[in-house]
């Protein structure tokens, strides 16, 4: 393997992983205020791809321009599920539950979209960038990688504007620490956990966006996508913002450099050793707290 | 008196089944037979699980026993008793097919061959009299559900046939389970080695036996005139059974006609980031990629890759994926499409006069083009034709007699093509094609002497 291949393996995991890394921000958010484990993640960001597809075959919207109305409407969608199926959920078994939940609200969505798209892969072409890439330090990087990056970084960077410079992130991280006492202080932690939902779901439409321009995908391809970003979050810590950024770009560069290394085989087996290990060191994960593990 | 033989058997085992101990004392059992013996003897409440597993133990044998027998008898019953049917009453045919999860789209595409073989298959009259009503589930691209779904479409359904699901992934344990009920299972996508190697005396795949698909291309590319001949090539496929095989064989003929091989790797079928992968065949700058993939998103990802990188072979070709008509070209868009081949044994402009009438009869019902249409409807319209002619020949719905005539040797006319089936249920009678994207019309251009071919676009045109 060239240092150029190195190199290159590392730079793709970055432009990767962080969409990764976005989308898994949504879950491990969810997760961190309200023990909601949303498996329906998955086809959220593929009805996120759906949405800009749509808007961009039927339309002409550019997909960045269409974030516009994606990302407010997949707020929307989020806020609606919550009130009406997670919202319901109490009581001890509410985190096992929020997964047959979840489960089953994936399962209509996909069934949804099966019915409207038909189950033939499209893909979202129609923007010069898309297929398009610059040569740099002897290597192509497709814009479409790099715009994906600079979408996540300002989501990610929006995140963590709004849960440390605002009062509603204080809230939030209030919640995130101890519901309790957050309610006991006068925070309206009902509030708190649907407008998290909601921004949750939000940012799975600029992860589908980017998705969808980098993949030919179906309703089922959000079965490949849950599983890759309950392994991040558990790797990062469940409920850690930080955990999900870094374990999405670390799951990436890894599984690279080993296909290109190695082989493609080893990559998916080389990442789960790697997270066994960290787990029987740290089984709240690289960033999570014991006591969210134990709750 | 098989029946009420069979009533009495369940009787007795309902029965039995009252005596065992709780749904709680059962969990019990199964967490300490897990962590060993010593547990159970250390406390009170052991002994009582030890009990019960004893007990547990004389009653799972005879419950074993008793449902074996039943089945056995469900088997015997529902195997033989269909070809007694009244005129006229429905014939049930079982079918697992997946219409969500990653075959959702060839599933979707099986589905409509299936029910267009039905349909026109009632518009003659039926089989042998008997409208034909398809009984379809979903199996969502799971084996452990294939194998649950013809369970219940045998024993609970009560279907009289059995058509196969799509791949090869799901066809080996379908075929396993409708094996235990003496039932013959008809399929259209399950042609990898690893099928055929369990020896099931009741499988029978319609289409081509997959080894040997990518055979007339190796053999075109290295029959090529020296100064034409690429000179390099690179070899990248996914593990799946169905594609896997294909690749070797491939690589052995091109390899023989001086083609080096400048890069070859294995990726896991659940793959899900193509990029360091196409960036390495993109790397290696070969004129000639065989791309072992088995749907359509495996094939976009390396085609956008490549386009990506700046690479464009001279020749490429896909195990799969671009035979899959208007999902292909939706994805890939139909100028990136131009030039890619991909091997197969049945197109929409066949001249086939059984094709001609089906594809006729699918634009009919769901309009398109020939070259839109999928090569997964041929191959399941084909195992209807299959089981049609069967039935006809038997005079009726008997499973085993069934099996006997699809391994008498006899030659069975379809829409893909002639099904004659050695004594692995392999059809050995079919060609195996080469077909290209010449703009948008998808056309077949090997072999080169066939009179059906046109000339091969090559070396391709770029992205």
Not at chain 1, 100 to 117: D, H, K, P, Q
Request: hydrophobic share 45%; aromatic share 10%; proline share 4%.
């Amino acid at each position: 393997m060239s240092f150029t291949n190195l190199v290159h393996a590392v730079i793709d995991g970055i432009l990767t992983g962080s969409v990764y890394a976005l989308m898994a921000t949504g879950l491990t958010l969810i997760f961190g205020v309200m023990d909601i484990i949303n498996v329906a993640q998955g086809v959220f960001v593929i009805l996120g791809s759906y949405l800009s597809y749509a808007l961009s075959v039927h339309f002409g919207i550019d997909p960045f321009v269409g974030l516009l109305i994606t990302v407010p409407t997949m707020f929307l969608v989020g806020i609606v599920v919550e009130r009406a199926f997670i919202a319901r959920l109490k009581g001890p078994e509410k985190t096992a539950m929020s997964i047959l939940v979840t489960y089953a609200v994936s399962l209509v969505i996909e069934g949804v979209l099966n019915m409207v798209f038909t189950t033939n892969p499209v893909q979202i072409n129609n923007a010069s960038y898309i297929n398009s890439s610059v040569h740099l330090f002897g290597m192509w990087l497709p814009y479409i990688y790099i715009f994906g990056f600079l979408l996540a970084g300002g989501f990610l960077g929006s995140i963590y504007f709004m849960l440390y410079r605002t009062r509603f992130g204080a809230s939030v991280r209030a919640s995130l620490a101890d519901q309790t006492a957050a309610a006991l202080v006068g925070i309206d932690v009902k509030k708190v956990s649907t407008i998290c939902f909601g921004i949750g779901i939000a940012v799975t439409a600029a992860g589908g966006m980017i998705y969808g321009a980098t993949n030919a995908f179906n309703a089922s391809s959000s079965y490949d996508l849950i599983s890759r970003l309950l392994t991040i979050i558990v790797l990062g810590g469940m409920g850690s913002l930080a955990g999900a950024l870094v374990a999405g770009i670390s799951m990436i560069i890894l599984e690279d450099i080993v296909a290109v290394a190695w082989s493609p085989v080893w990559s998916n087996i080389t990442f789960f050793i790697l997270l066994v290990i960290v787990l029987s060191f740290r089984p709240q994960g690289l960033f999570g707290k014991q006591s969210a593990r134990v709750a | 008196m098989l029946k009420s033989f069979y009533s009495g058997s369940l009787e007795l085992l309902a029965s039995r089944i009252d005596r065992l101990p709780r749904p709680s004392l059962w969990l019990g059992h199964r967490r300490i037979a897990t962590l060993g013996g010593a547990e159970v003897q250390g406390n009170p409440q052991g002994k009582l699980l030890g009990e019960i597993m004893n007990r547990k133990g004389k009653l799972f044998r005879l419950a074993s026993v008793a449902t074996l027998g039943a089945s056995s008898l469900i088997a015997v019953s529902a195997a033989g008793s269909s070809s007694a049917l009244a005129a006229g009453t429905p014939i049930k045919i079982g079918i697992s097919l997946s219409l969500s999860g990653d075959f959702s789209a060839d599933g979707i595409a099986f589905q409509q061959g299936y029910q267009l073989w039905a349909k026109d298959i009632n518009a003659s009259g039926g089989l042998l009299g008997h409208p034909v009503s398809l009984d379809i589930v979903s199996d969502a691209s799971d084996p452990t559900q294939v194998t649950a779904n013809y369970q219940k479409l045998i024993s609970q359904d009560k279907v009289a046939l059995t058509f196969g699901p799509y791949s090869s992934l799901l066809s080996l344990p379908a075929a396993q389970t409708v094996s235990r009920y003496g039932y013959a299972l008809v399929e259209g996508a399950g042609g990898a080695p690893s099928v055929f190697a369990a020896k099931l005396k009741n499988l029978f795949d319609v289409s081509l036996p997959v080894a040997n698909a990518l055979q007339p291309f190796a053999k075109w590319i290295a029959s090529l005139p020296k100064s034409q001949r690429p000179k390099t090539a690179s070899y990248v496929t996914s593990n799946d059974p169905f594609t896997q095989p294909q690749i070797p064989v491939a690589q052995k003929i091109m390899k023989k006609g001086g083609i080096k091989t400048v890069y070859s790797s294995v990726f896991p079928a659940e793959t899900t980031d193509y990029t360091p992968i196409a960036d390495k065949v993109a790397q290696a700058n070969a004129q000639v990629v065989v791309l072992g993939s088995v749907d359509v998103p495996t094939v976009a990802a390396f085609m956008k890759a490549f386009a990506q990188m700046h690479y464009n072979p001279k020749v490429f070709i896909a195990s799969a994926g671009p035979d899959q008509g208007t999902q292909f070209t939706s994805a890939v868009t139909v100028k990136a499409a131009n030039g890619m081949l991909v091997p197969s044994s049945w197109y929409g402009a066949s001249a086939n006069p059984l094709s001609k009438t089906m594809v006729a009869h699918f634009i009919a019902l769901h309009g398109g083009t020939a070259s839109q249409i999928s090569a997964d409807v041929a191959e399941a319209y084909s195992v209807g034709e299959t089981i049609a002619a069967a039935v006809k020949a038997t005079g009726g719905f008997d499973n085993a007699k069934i099996i006997k005539y699809l391994h008498s040797g006899v030659t069975i006319k379809t829409v893909q093509g002639n099904v004659k089936f050695n004594k692995l249920g392999e059809n050995f009678s079919m060609t195996a094609y080469t077909f290209q994207w010449q703009g948008s019309n998808f056309v077949q251009v090997n072999p080169v002497k066939d009179p059906n071919s046109v000339k091969i676009v090559y070396p391709k045109p770029s992205w």
